[in-house]
């Protein structure tokens, strides 16, 4: 009885300490952007400086979990934003393990076809955690009152009711893309895009300091008028070790390598974070 | 044991074994079936697939569908498909699965209400801590494996303690225990051993039925019988009733790796440990690691391929903290079905020593050091089991 007395008081003073580690950890006041390690696909986590947190896409399997148990107190269990950028698997899956474990306010997505098994078992998990929906148009803002800014610059509303019923090879070309603002701090997450959809919105977004590159950094997704446009300081390219479509292509890698820009992949250094207060960032 | 019951039961057993061999059934290419059964394996979720294992007259069928409806450990479904005979294996590719609900139906019934409790632990537990420290933990607990992310599994295995989130003998010893210490308060003693043995009962088909539990379980059920019968029994003669009770049931087993694997490091840890003399505390689950690996050694490296060289260093550093998860946690669980919050606190309890046991698996599956091979030859096998058994003569003729 009183080696159990013990054992546990033990562990309640450790629990404890784990706790104050991680309010003075958490509690920077900073912006964390993490693109998070899940192999080939994309999962991008936000914790704004007030402890709101975003996420954009959820891998292609559930170790998105263990990315947010990495980036958020043990104590926070609601996700203010979730974003899907398009219905496939490899930035869907992920997304259904994250509503079974934690309350996810707004849900926000593309108006295209979700038509495959895991895209409705998606809706049916939403609908049962009552979590809000709405889709995504160019112009759509969320604002969180710390300063950080969410804005949606594709699809237009006009390119979605041309494309109404989209079919699954269009699916990339309809991804959203998110552009976030804090203070002079800018980030891109490009999704799936190829290269005209980027053209398109390119003028929108001025320089930037993050891009999160198209499509794994496939070939298709950049050119050097695009990069010579957003001139962003560092990219990221979410991709997974040995994938067979060959990501990230060498003519990606090298047009960034040849612009002086700071590329970071997933499958080499694993989860990137960048750490700013809305002036400077640095890479975690 | 009684050599002469043991010779009599290996009779019978062979009797079996012939049996069943000559009444397997043989599936036709592309055969259409239909069938009812219980799903007793938890399905696995593998690249937008479920998967999972059903049982039609004594033959596994590995049937592989789409993610929807979903499917649980549990459920009691009706499934119409054709058969796709694939190198030794008997496939199914999308069949139609129907989920049967027979409310008079006594086994669908108390199946169904298993898996409501099991589904309440997972979000319980999934809930209250971080991935991966909630399944390593609902790991080490009930054996529950589905919601751990696949880069920790490799971790495990590669750091050799893989076999702590398969429940087994220690979980039954906790739970049978724990159930007669409870309830001996304000109960007859032979009341309170019965309901040790239900719990180990729900206990097992809670955990999934994986033959290390039903193994474990068995030999529990026998060893808390005996109590009530007040007869002193030994555990090798648990371990030899279960085995018999097991391929009896289903010859099929004896090539299932989980139950070769629990069998063997069950008669090592029997058999090999004591030839190492009596010890305490850290030294004594060394030599327990040791004594299982020993046993089981070749069975990995015909099933796997590989051994991890840190597996003993790692095991040592980390079993310590298994039977303090398992106590906590198990309760946790417990008053967290009635309770949410209480149990919720005795859950974050274990997170500090979740936390320690990561670190060691993380810090170790990163290092490596497995060693591979691509065939073992039959040869060493044999020769290697020949050899433990005659040391085990020679060391016992001298005692």
């Known amino acids: 009885m009183k080696k159990t007395f013990l054992t546990v008081s033990i562990l309640l003073f450790l629990f404890g300490c784990i706790l104050i580690y991680q309010n003075i950890t958490y509690n920077d006041k900073k912006l964390h952007v993490v693109i998070c390690d899940v192999g080939q696909g994309d999962a991008i986590f936000m914790r704004t400086p007030d402890g709101s947190d975003i996420l954009i896409d959820g891998g292609p399997n559930n170790s998105v979990l263990s990315c947010l148990s990495r980036h958020m107190p043990i104590w926070d269990k609601t996700i203010e934003v979730m974003i899907m950028t398009h219905p496939h698997a490899d930035h869907l899956t992920g997304l259904i393990d994250v509503l079974k474990r934690y309350r996810v306010l707004m849900f926000g997505t593309g108006k295209n076809g979700c038509s495959t098994d895991l895209c409705k078992k998606l809706i049916e998990q939403l609908k049962q955690n009552g979590t809000a929906q709405k889709y995504l148009y160019q112009g759509d803002r969320f604002a969180i009152k710390d300063g950080i800014a969410l804005e949606t610059l594709c699809p237009t509303q006009e390119w979605v009711s041309q494309h109404l019923v989209a079919k699954s090879s269009d699916e990339n070309g309809s991804s959203v893309i998110e552009l976030l603002t804090y203070k002079k701090f800018k980030a891109l997450f490009a999704a799936d895009a190829q290269a005209s959809d980027m053209e398109k919105i390119d003028m929108l977004t001025g320089i930037i300091d993050l891009l999160k590159v198209p499509h794994h950094g496939s070939k298709t997704g950049l050119n050097s008028d695009i990069l010579d446009i957003l001139n962003p300081n560092i990219a990221a390219i979410s991709v997974g070790a040995k994938n067979r479509y060959g990501h990230p292509a060498s003519f990606t890698l090298e047009l960034l390598k040849s612009l002086n820009i700071k590329t970071l992949r997933t499958d080499q250094v694993g989860d990137i974070e960048i750490v700013s207060d809305g002036n400077n960032w640095r890479v975690k | ?399």
């Open chain 2, 1 to 399: 044991m009684n050599s002469k019951l043991l010779v009599i039961l290996l009779i019978i057993l062979s009797f079996r074994l012939y049996y069943f061999s000559q009444n397997q059934i043989h599936f036709a290419n592309g055969q259409q079936i239909s069938f009812e059964t219980a799903i007793l394996s938890q399905p696995q979720t593998i690249g937008g697939r479920q998967v999972f294992t059903a049982n039609y007259k004594n033959q596994k069928i590995q049937i592989s569908t789409g993610l929807l409806p979903e499917i649980n450990y549990g459920d009691y479904t009706l499934i119409v498909g054709k058969i796709s005979n694939q190198k030794n294996k008997v496939l199914m590719y999308f069949p139609k699965i129907e989920t049967i609900n027979n409310p008079a139906n006594i086994l669908q019934t108390s199946l169904k209400g298993v898996n409501i409790v099991r589904q309440k632990l997972i979000a319980l537990f999934s809930k209250t801590l971080p991935s991966p420290s909630s399944s390593l933990l609902l790991g080490i607990i009930f054996g529950i494996k589905e919601q751990m992310p696949k880069s920790f599994t490799d971790n495990l295995r590669t750091s050799g303690v893989f076999h702590v989130i398969a429940a087994s003998g220690m979980n039954v010893t906790l739970v049978g225990g724990f159930i007669s210490i409870a309830f001996a308060y304000f109960l007859k003693r032979q009341i309170a051993i019965g309901l040790s043995i239900l719990g180990i009962v729900f206990y097992a088909i809670l955990a999934g039925a994986e033959a290390s539990i039903v193994r474990a379980s068995i030999m529990g059920i026998l060893v808390f019988s005996a109590q009530i019968l007040g007869r002193q029994t030994l555990a090798i003669n648990g371990l030899s009733l279960a085995g018999f009770v097991m391929l009896f049931i289903d010859p099929t087993l004896i090539s299932d790796v989980g139950f070769q694997l629990s069998f063997a490091a069950t008669l090592g840890i029997l058999y090999l440990k004591p030839l190492f003399g009596n010890k305490e505390g850290i030294a004594s689950e060394v030599l327990t690691t040791v004594a299982a690996q020993t046993a089981t050694l070749p069975i990995l490296l015909a099933n796997f391929g590989t051994y991890s060289v840190y597996s003993i260093l790692v095991n040592g550093l980390v079993l310590w903290t298994v039977p303090i998860l398992m106590m906590v946690g198990g309760v946790g669980a417990i008053i967290g079905l009635i309770l949410p919050q209480l149990g919720q606190l005795l859950i974050y309890l274990c997170y500090p020593l979740l936390l320690y046991f990561e670190g060691i698996v993380n810090f170790f599956g990163k290092i490596g050091g497995v060693i591979s091979i691509k065939a073992l030859p039959w040869e060493f096998i044999a020769g290697y089991y020949c050899l433990l058994v005659s040391i085990l003569i020679i060391s016992h003729k001298e005692v």
